[in-house]
């Protein structure tokens, strides 16, 4: 969109992951396009600038099929996440077996979230955006934004240097567990 003179980014984002990268996270940009949108995918990664704030830098991943298979494959089919799993998978297994180096993820579909639950991450840790900027965590949305969820960055995300281990936090240790609803 942004060839066609069209900005489509969500005000706030530049400001949130510059701040969960402060607090010592890496992001990694995935995405099912094909290996020549690279170039325009990068550009406008690095070129992003929203009250004077940049994206952080972190590694572009990009699918390394043509223009058409990626075309057909995500509007089509409507199955990127295929590439996106297989990926992430791959980048996982560089890591020993027991960790999983992926703490959240953000995306703009369904199969976004999909991809994200296959490689192990947790749904309350899945932030899915919709085009109205209305950011999603477990399919329920309470009128979040990138904005608002800047106010949470700490807590959410909080300085790897004070993280404790998630698993016997005394937040999960005391709370009741919710119910799986379909």
């Known amino acids: 969109m942004p060839l066609v003179g069209r900005d489509w980014t969500q005000s706030g984002v530049a400001k949130l992951f510059s701040a969960i990268k402060e607090n010592g996270y890496q992001l990694l940009f995935l995405s099912a396009r094909a290996i020549v949108q690279a170039y325009l995918t990068r550009s406008f990664l690095n070129n992003l600038k929203q009250d004077g704030k940049a994206l952080p830098n972190g590694p ?3 699918s390394p099929n043509g223009l058409f298979p990626s075309l057909y494959r995500e509007v089509i089919r409507r ?3 295929e590439f996106k799993i297989a990926c992430l998978e ?3 297994k560089l890591f020993p077996s027991d960790y999983n180096p992926f703490y959240a993820g953000f995306g703009n579909r369904d199969t976004d979230e999909l991809s994200y639950r296959k490689i192990g991450i947790p749904k309350g840790k899945i932030f899915i955006i919709n085009p109205k900027g209305e950011v999603a965590i477990s399919h329920c949305i309470e009128v979040k ?3 608002s969820l800047h106010t949470l ?7 790897t240097s004070l993280v404790e ?3 016997f936090n005394s937040w999960n240790f005391w709370k009741v567990p919710l ?3 379909e």
Do not use: G, R
């Not at 960055?153 to 300085?159: A, C, H, I, S, Y």
């Open 60 to 62: 572009v991943v990009i």
């Open 79 to 81: 199955a990127p996440h």
């Open 90 to 92: 791959d980048i996982k």
């Open 145 to 147: 934004s990138y904005t």
């Open 153 to 159: 960055v700490t807590d959410m995300f909080p300085p």
């Open 165 to 167: 281990q998630e698993d």
């Open 179 to 181: 119910p799986d609803i």
